[in-house]
Structures are given as C-alpha cells and as structure tokens.
C-alpha cells in the first residue's frame, strides 16, 4: 500500500485507498449510500459520480482511471459496473467492466444501447423489482466524440437528467468544455500544474499512480464476474417479469411494451386479428416467435389449440377445407399454421381459407418477407412485427404502427404446443466452468446450462475433472447463482466437495438407501421446479448442477435413476438443472443409460484403451488420433464440433482452502430435499392439531385423519409418481404419536420407501431383512394362535407398497387370506398401494367387502412433461378419500425419519 500523503492514501484519507487484499474477501459487503464518492484530492476532498462529472484539463485522463480503480478495487461488480468508452487506447482492465468501446464504430453503437438500458432500468424500478448495480458510463475524450456523434449528446443530456434514479451516472473528461456548457452535472477543472477547482472547492490533486492502477488489475488477472454487457440483447423485460406488472385480460395475446411517451401494453387477441408477419433476422423472429407461442400455450391450454408445422399443412389441409365449408358451425381446438417463406405454393392454396381467419379459428403465424400471400390478407387483419434482437420490434396494424419491446419468454411452450418448442433461448448470464487449457494456454470452459458424459476408463481422472468443474464453478459463482448436488458411487473421493459453498447436498451412493434418497432428491428438485415455473418464479432459482460419479451402478441397483435421469436431459434448459456424468464405457446395452448417453452431447473424452473407444466417448464415426498417452488430457467435443484438446490438472489443497473460505455474499445451503413450494410438509400438518387417527392430509376444514379402530385398512390407489409411498410415509409417522411400541408392530413389504419412516423399534419384520416369505410365514403363525381368542399384544400393521409388483403366486394377500375376514378380532390392519387395477385382484375385493377406505391420488400430470417416449410427470399431492369423496390435500413426507 502507497501511504504517501500526496497521493491522498493516507491514515486521513476519508475512504482508506487501494489494497492488494483478494478480490473475493476485500470489496465492502454494504456498499452504503456514498458508493460512488471518490476520493480527488488533499484536504481530503472527494467527489460524488452520483451527481455525475466532467473533468477537464490536463490530467483529466489520469484522474478518471485513478477513480475507476479505486472504485474497482473498493466495491464488487455487483455494486458497480462500467460502460468505458475511449478513442484507440485501452481502458481499465476490471471484471467491472460490463462494456469496452474504442474506436468511432463501436461507439455508434452506444447511443441505442445506452438508451436500451435506461429504458429496461425505467420498467424493472416501475415493477418493484430489484435495483441493478450502479453503471457508471465513462467517456474519455467527449468532446471528440461527440463531434463525430452529434446523437451522442442528447443521450449523456437525458442521462445526467433522468439517470440517477435509474443507478446511470456520467464520467467525463474533455479538453474543450464549451459544448457541455448546459450539461447538468458536476464539473471539476485542472489546471496542469497539480491543482484543480471542484465547485468552490480548489485544492491540491491526487491520484492512484499508473504503476498502482496496473497492480489493482493484476489482483483481477485471473477472477472473472457475471457482468451483462449494453450490447447484448436487453434481459430485463421478460415475460414473467412483465406479467408482474402488467396483467392481461381473458384471451388476450400480451407481447410487450410500446416504447412511446406513456408505456401501454402491446396486445391483441385472435379473436379480432386473425394473423402475426413476423420479419427480421432468423433469430430475432425466432425470439418473438417463441413468446407467442407460450402466450397461445397459457391463454388456450393444451386442449384449445393445435399447432401446425409446414410439414403437416398437407395432413391437416382436409380439415382446414372442412372448417372453410362449414364456417357457420365448426368446432374444435384453434388452429395456428407456424410456416415460413418455403411453406410457398402451399399458402397460396390456402389463400380463401386464411382470408376468414378468426370466423373459422384458423391463424398464420408465419416468418414472411414479400411473400405473394400478402396481397390475399387483409392489412387491417393481421400484425407485422419487424423483430430485432433482443426483443426490439417495430410493429404495424393497418395504419397505426411504432416501435415496441417484446417481452421475450425463455422457458419452453407447454401442453401439445410443447413440440414446437425447439428454439432453445441462450440463458441470461454465461454459466461456464474452466476445464482446463489447451496446448497454447488458452483457457477452455465448459458451459454448465447444457448436460456432460465424461468417460474413461479407471484411473484416467473422471474425479479429477468432477472435482475440477466443482472448484472452478465455487471459484466463478455465488451460490445464489450455482448450487452442486454432487454424488459418488464408491471411494468418498469426492466428499471434500461438501464443503463449497455452492454445495447443496454431497451423497455417497454405496447402500441402497442413500440410492434412493439421490432418486427422491432428483425427482423432488424436477416437481419443485415445476411448480416455480407454474407460478412464475423460477427465473430466481440457481442452476442446480448435479456431478454424479458412476451413476450407471446405482441404476443397476435402482432402474428408476434411469429414466429420471433422462427427465432431467429433457426438461434441464427449461428448469435449469444440468448433469455432468461420469462413465467408464459407453452406455450401450441398458435403455435407459444408452438413450441417456445419446441424448447428451457435450462429451469429454478422457484416456481410452483404443481409438475406437474414444470415437464411441465422443460421438464421432471416424476414430481421432489418439495423441496424448498420459494423465491429464482429455478430448472436449460440444455438439457437432470438432474436439479439443485440453490438459487439465488436479485441484491443489492450497486452491481448494481458498475456495471454501471465500464467500461473496451470504452462503446459501438450502438442499434440494425440500417441499416444492406451495407444497406443505408432514410438520405443518403436525401442528394443525389432532386429527382423529393416523395422519392423512388436509381439507379446506382441516385435518383429516384414518382412524384405523374404526375403518381397519387402507387402499392407496394411483399410478406410479403420484406419490403412493409418501402417503404411506405419512402414516408410518403418526404410528409412535398414536400407539406406544408395545401396542404397535408393522410389517413392511417392499420396503424400499418406507424402511426409515419411523424407528426401528416398531418394525417387526421387513423385506431388507427377510425373504418375503419367511416373514409372512412368522406373521401368519402368529395371527393363527389369535383366532378364536381374546388376543392381547401389539396391533399388527402390514403395509405393502405397490401390490403391483407381486405376481399372483407371490402376492402377500392371497398368503394372509385365510385371516382377512377376522382383521378386526384380531387387531390387523392392512395399508396398500397400487394402481387402481389391484381392485380386480380376489384379496382386493375381500379388503373392499370389508368397507375398506380407498386413497385414489389425483392423475394430473405437470403440462409440456411428456417429452419423446418418456411418460409425463405427475402431479403429487391431491387425492381424493372414498366412499366420503373427500378431497384432501396430502402432505410431502421425505423418506427420512
């Protein structure tokens, strides 16, 4: 540290001055209100950017860089950012640095995208959301600039006027100030000779050295920050956070904003315009594109409208006639015909059928420039939207036309519209990990939004890479950002991982149990998501990365981890869960693994016994040369790319204690186990109170019971997913609350779910332990010596989870039949699950003809899950309780006591 008085770095200095501090630990947690007050000068004298300043004179360069580092080095990136514009030099080299301009072309670029972001700022603060960090936009050489940049000038006049409620102050320097004579801001002049004048204020000059602005740069070599740059598309106006400020009407078609004088919503509905001409860049229009589709997707549902591709026009042509023909009375779904230019001589044909549009529910959206249609359709009968990136759109209807801002969706359209959703949005901020470098030491990353196969075989460094992503993830992101569920077969060599900050759970996946708790947490996590998505939240939750090593054991043990395995493939970029797999061959020979291992496309290949091996680790149909023979490197291929080589090295122990010590922010460890939210747990429903037996749910009057002294079973019916076992969880829960072990003993059949819902002690026999046979043979000798006498002891509980699984000869009911019909004289009770096809089993009816209550769990499955062959997701917790048609509303009980 410089502590040179003339340097304004003294024990005096009103804000202390530069630190060679780590950047993680050394910026302030609270920024506070002076955030942007720099210090300028002795006495001390200090400036506030938030009243915006024009510095001019000799010297003015020098002391707006000493005020950017000191700035840099005092307050994170998520306090401050900077816009540097100068004329053919470098700026500051800081992660703070969100946009970097030189040279006259890319600052013709800065006046739209300095008025994009005060308009994006303007409606995040209008719908309450959460202020962005300061942006402090810095042009050096102004008056050059907007000498060549007339425009220029008005836009830095409304941000010295408008920007600070926006968080958008000015740092300028220029040599010749007359042409900012009526610009609002602070001014500060120097005059050559080591002093300057501040508003009445003149005092002597000081400033970072060159030598101590190069080293605060160099403490940022290697850190990088999520910063967004001004000249990427504007990601403040998406569509969920435009429905919190603005909410359509019945029908209506809600796209955006205008961006005239008074904001007003950009809407029409199909009932009254029957088309949308979307123009502009294949990606522009893409964008736009998928917004309208989700919008069709929440105003119709799945069952009020169908989409047609260009491909289909020909299969559904019939129906579009039939419409034609009988316009007076059709019915059916709303038809949209997504085509573009080459759906051609085809559209043309369908010219009639498109003039009625609305009257007949059918509707064109289609990507056309000067297509011949056109002149069939009614100007007044259809919107052109001209898109430009980011959502930027000039519209027209008839003869009203503007600009607008599209409020682009980036989840995926659900319902039957989910197959069109091919059009995967880039995520808001990069989320990469560094892998490792390639032979000329340039950093490679891997981008964690997208799913990983890293194999090879033992010993070629699998753990290493897992361990590798980790750290680098920990290292970039805040927990906020990225959180870990890292899993490991065997060896404990990843179990260090638990100590990241951005670890939410670590699993060791050698017994069963634990198996299937990595199955329960995984499945939990996707209805969760979902539910987020559903009520609009799920823009603020982390990318859960999930590092599994050896995951193919586990689905030996457990088939089930397969297919949801390939859920998580398929839905990942739309709930923002990705996998890194590791594996020590391909996944040929198990279904689910090898659809698994094909879906995935990012591979990395580690070291192969063949060439042939490692053509089949990364998908390419002529075997690379195998170049490297030791430990260390590695083939990285993403998609349809060439493959890289990259040399990656272990995680030092010195690198892994500076990781797990810095925390930027508040650590957030919530593990993924958790109810999905708007979802209630087995503790709430505890302490709603008595409810007159073992615990079942809740109704709109509270909560609702089995009293199994009275009703002596239970059948639990529903397909598998809506959440049999839990119910059964539930139960076993309130079993020691009810009776004391001596009056209590349960016998659990198939317990894989149900094992650890209550303590051991109750437990009388169970599959783990037993052959099935062995215990229904001890269960049913002693229910024997009960018949006929007044039987004492402990109530006998026979829980079967899933009746499904048991084939006729081995079915636990036929075995216990005999006994059936005296459950009440001799204290048994039955609690079953299956699917609503064990009611034809002869066991079944027995239980029925006793009066037996029957759970049937609510069949709704969770919209746009019904990706390729894989079955659509259930929704968990509504069933309905028979013969009482009670509604009831079902606890989420996880497998754990």
């Known amino acids: 540290m410089n502590d040179d008085p003339r340097w304004g770095c003294g024990p005096d200095s009103p804000q202390g001055c530069v630190s060679t501090l780590d950047p993680h630990t050394r910026w302030h947690a609270d920024p506070g209100p002076d955030l942007l007050r720099v210090p300028v000068g002795h006495g001390p004298v200090s400036a506030d950017l938030a009243g915006h300043l024009l510095i001019t004179g000799s010297g003015a360069t020098a002391l707006s860089r000493s005020a950017q580092a000191w700035l840099a080095d005092n307050f994170s990136p998520d306090s401050v950012q900077f816009l540097v514009a100068c004329l053919g030099h470098e700026g500051i080299a800081a992660p703070h640095v969100a ?29 309450g959301l959460a202020a962005e960090p300061a942006l402090l936009l810095v042009f050096e050489d102004v008056d050059a600039t907007t000498a060549a940049m007339p425009s220029l000038l008005d836009v830095l006049h409304r941000v010295a006027v408008d920007g600070g409620a926006l968080r958008m102050h000015l740092l300028l320097t220029a040599t010749d100030p007359a042409s900012f004579s009526t ?49 990427e598309a504007p990601d403040g106006l998406t569509y969920e956070r435009l429905l919190k400020y603005e909410q359509p009407a019945d029908g209506e078609i809600l796209l955006g904003v205008l961006r005239e004088h008074q904001p007003t919503k950009l809407q029409f509905d199909f009932g009254t315009l029957s088309h949308v001409i979307l123009r502009g860049a294949v990606d522009a229009v893409d964008e ?27 299969r559904v042509k019939p129906i579009l006639l039939a419409r034609l023909r009988n316009r007076t009375s059709w019915q059916g779904p709303e038809l949209f015909l997504v085509v573009d230019e080459q759906a051609g001589d085809q559209l043309l044909e369908l010219a009639d059928l498109l003039r009625h549009g609305s009257s007949i529910g059918v509707h064109l959206i289609a990507a056309l420039e000067k297509h011949p249609l056109l002149r069939e359709l009614p100007e007044s009968d259809r919107l052109e939207i001209r898109a430009s990136p980011g959502g930027r759109a000039e519209y027209r209807v008839g003869t ?69 992503i980790a750290v680098s993830l920990a290292t970039r992101y805040p927990p906020d950002a990225v959180q870990l569920l890292i899993a490991e077969h065997d060896n404990d060599a990843l179990s260090g991982l638990a100590a990241l900050p951005n670890t939410a759970a670590y699993l060791s996946l050698w017994e069963v149990p634990d198996m299937r708790r990595f199955l329960a947490l995984l499945d939990d996590e996707i209805r969760r998501r979902l539910h987020l998505e559903a009520e609009g939240l799920l ?32 839905l990942g970029r739309r709930l923002g869960i990705s996998l890194v797999l590791t594996d020590r061959v391909d996944g040929a020979g198990e279904p689910d693994f090898a659809a698994l291992e094909q879906a995935i496309t990012t591979r990395i290949g580690l070291q192969a016994l063949s060439e042939e091996q490692l053509a089949r680790y990364l998908h390419l149909s002529t075997p690379p040369k195998m170049v490297y ?64 037996g073992l615990p079942l749910g809740t109704s709109g009057s509270g909560p609702i019971g089995l009293d199994v002294e009275q009703h002596q079973h239970l059948l639990i019916l529903g397909e598998p997913g809506t959440g049999r076992s839990t119910v059964l969880r539930t139960l076993l829960r309130g079993l020691p609350r009810r009776y004391p072990v001596s009056d209590c003993a349960v016998v659990l059949l198939r317990d894989m779910d149900t094992r650890d819902a209550l303590p051991p002690e109750y437990v009388a026999g169970a599959t783990r332990t037993q052959p099935p046979g062995e215990v229904l043979a001890d269960l049913l000798g002693g229910l024997r010596r009960r018949l006929g006498n007044a039987w004492t002891g402990p109530r006998a509980f026979v829980v079967i989870d899933d009746l499904d699984q048991f084939s006729a000869q081995d079915d ?75 509604p009831i509303h079902l606890p989420w009980t996880p497998l754990r006591w």
């Open 629 to 692: 023979t030791i430990y260390g490197q590695a083939y990285l291929r993403v998609g349809d790319g060439e493959p890289r080589l990259v040399r990656f090295q272990q995680v030092t122990s010195d690198e892994f204690a500076e990781v797990t010590s810095r925390v930027r922010g508040p650590a957030v460890r919530a593990l993924p186990l958790s109810p999905p939210a708007g979802v209630f747990g087995y503790g709430e429903l505890e302490r709603m109170g008595d409810c007159g």
């Open 99 to 127: 946009t970097s301009l030189r040279g006259l072309t890319e600052h013709a670029r800065v006046t739209r995208a300095i008025d994009d972001e005060m308009w994006r700022r303007g409606r995040l603060s209008e719908a």
């Open 183 to 231: 610009l609002p801001v602070q001014r500060l002049s120097l005059d050559g000779s080591g002093r300057g004048v501040l508003g009445s204020t003149r005092f002597e000059v000081a400033a970072l050295t060159p030598d101590r602005i190069s080293e605060i740069e160099q403490t940022f070599f290697l850190y990088r920050h999520p910063v967004r740059s001004l000249l």
């Open 539 to 570: 823009a603020g939750a982390p990318q859960l990365v999930v590092l599994a090593d050896g995951p193919r054991y586990v689905q030996a043990a457990l088939p089930a981890l397969g297919r949801t395995l390939r859920q998580v493939v398929a």
């Open 288 to 314: 736009v594109q998928h917004t309208l589709l989700r919008r069709i997707a929440d105003v119709y549902g799945p069952a009020g409208a169908a989409v047609v591709s260009a491909a289909e026009l020909d």
């Open 812 to 886: 636990p009911l036929s075995a216990l039949r005999e006994v059936i019909p005296h459950a009440r004289e001799i204290g048994l009770h039955f609690l079953v699950t299956g699917t609503s096809g064990i009611i034809m089993r002869p066991e079944v009816a027995d239980l029925m003809d006793l009066g037996t209550p029957r759970l049937f769990l609510d069949e709704a499955t969770h919209p746009g899950t019904a990706v390729g062959e894989l079955p659509p997701i259930p929704v968990a917790g509504r069933g309905e309780l028979m013969p009482w048609k009670q």
């Open 400 to 468: 009203a036309y503007g600009s607008a801002q599209i409020a682009l969706d980036v989840t995926e359209p659900v319902g039957e519209l989910g197959a069109l959703g091919a059009h995967q949005q880039p995520v808001a901020r990069e989320l990469t990990a560094v892998l490792g470098r390639t032979g000329i030491a340039e950093a490679v990353r891997l981008d964690v939004t997208t799913h990983t196969w890293c194999a090879g075989y033992v010993g070629s460094g699998k753990t290493t890479m897992l361990r590798r």
